[in-house]
């Protein structure tokens, strides 16, 4: 899906494919120097970090693993609170391996702080933190992300996996949802 196709839904086109490609390259030629001589295991938060993933991973030129998560924040409406149920738990064993989580974006940091602390529990090596977008005016709690794509505003984002009552994950490029389409 093109930002055309859903012109009327966006106040403002963030970033392009092209440009998500390129951010995504420079992160990848940073974490292939990190891990050299390693075979890290990338854990994906489904859903909005499918794309991210596929794209990174793809873009990596050292062998890696993929695994997935899923999980649910409690709390009321759209504030997340923190306190995280997993509803798909990782298939690998963590002992020994340095773990990169993979999202899609940061937006208050409690659930990826409750991630962190939660895979660090069982036994990685390490714990790495890759997400594409972060606002660094909505954070909650400070996350270190050793591998940050881009900042953006206090604003409801969508496409390349992020969505809206789960559309429009399917957009190629990211875009500021337009307030009519949720009040
Ligand atoms: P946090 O615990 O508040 O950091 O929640 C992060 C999660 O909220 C992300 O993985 C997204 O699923 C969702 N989220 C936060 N901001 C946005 C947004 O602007 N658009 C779509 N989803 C978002």
Redesign the pocket.
Known sequence: MEFSDIESDLTEILFTEDEIHAKLAELARRIEADYAGTKPLLVG?L???VMVMADLARELTIPIEMDWMAVS?YGSG???S?V?RILKDLDTDLHGRHVIIV????????????LRGNLATRGAESVEIVAL?R?PD???VE?DVKYEGFQ?PN????GYG???AEQYRNLRGIGV?APHVYS
């Open positions: 938060v859903r909005g970090a924040s759209t504030q997340s923190g995280v999202e899609d974006i940061i937006d208050s940091g409690l659930t990826l702080s409750w977008l606002k909505a954070a909650k996350v953006i604003a409801f984002v969508i992020l969505d809206y949802l």
